[in-house]
T-cell receptor, first 112, second 115 residues
Framework: DAKTTQPNSMESNEEEPVHLPCNHS???????IHWYRQLPSQGPEYVIHGLTSNVNNRMASLAIAEDRKSSTLILHRATLRDAAVYYC?????????????FGRGTQLTVWP | NAGVTQTPKFRVLKTGQSMTLLCAQDMNHEYMYWYRQDPGMGLRLIHYSVGEGTTAKGEVPDGYNVSRLKKQNFLLGLESAAPSQTSVYFCASRDGQVLGNQPQHFGDGTRLSIL
């Protein structure tokens, strides 16, 4: 499975936009890009996923580079509740198991 | 909406004791997973199930057994607990459509300490 690389930590101020980067230079044509986040003392929570085009939902936006070797999760206005570890994960579109390979993710700190 | 419920939430065991962690989901999902998470690490897959009556090994299965007698329940057993199994255990479930893009839904974890 293709690996992803994320910064260990990032910081933001409340109500400012946050751009969380992810590199996946060995991504294959059938890999979807998924993002999960894990709030303190909770299980991971699905955020968003995409294949080639940028995606938006109520939680965040996902910007995917044209060559698909990198992507960016965008939180438009960070809140204190967004402080979490964010995981960028690749999943094979053809995989029926759909297992997730978690790295260490990016610890996002949000300052009031 | 209950989603994925794990019991117990906390447990302390002595080395050599046995116990069972229960995961229950009310979303009629086919796929269920057990992960463990150690400090500062991502989650690692222990065992998984693609349907009632089926189970399979993940990347770190040693020392654990699982059963899926009912579609909604996935049990993780420790026959003889060891300190190396001190961890936070997460259960997840997913809809069983062919294309693997449905998100996984996670429980809030079971924090297990083995002395």
């Amino acid at each position: 499975d293709a690996k992803t690389t994320q910064p260990n930590s990032m910081e933001s101020n409340e109500e400012e936009p946050v751009h969380l980067p992810c590199n996946h230079s060995t991504i294959s044509g059938t890999d979807y890009i998924h993002w999960y986040r894990q709030l303190p003392s909770q299980g991971p929570e699905y955020v968003i996923h995409g294949l080639t085009s940028n995606v938006n939902n109520r939680m965040a936006s996902l910007a995917i580079a044209e060559d698909r070797k990198s992507s960016t999760l965008i939180l438009h206005r960070a809140t204190l509740r967004d402080a979490a570890v964010y995981y960028c994960i690749l999943r094979d579109r053809g995989s029926t198991l759909g297992r997730l390979y978690f790295g260490r993710g990016t610890q996002l700190t949000v300052w009031p | 909406n209950a989603g994925v419920t794990q019991t117990p939430k906390f447990r302390v065991l002595k080395t050599g004791q046995s116990m069972t962690l229960l995961c229950a989901q009310d979303m009629n999902h086919e796929y269920m997973y057990w992960y463990r998470q150690d400090p500062g690490m991502g989650l690692r897959l222990i065992h998984y199930s693609v349907g009632e009556g089926t189970t399979a090994k993940g990347e770190v299965p040693d020392g654990y057994n699982v059963s899926r007698l009912k579609k909604q329940n996935f049990l993780l057993g420790l026959e003889s607990a060891a300190p190396s199994q001190t961890s936070v255990y997460f259960c997840a479930s997913r809809d069983g459509q062919v294309l693997g893009n449905q998100p996984q839904h996670f429980g809030d974890g079971t924090r297990l300490s083995i002395l």
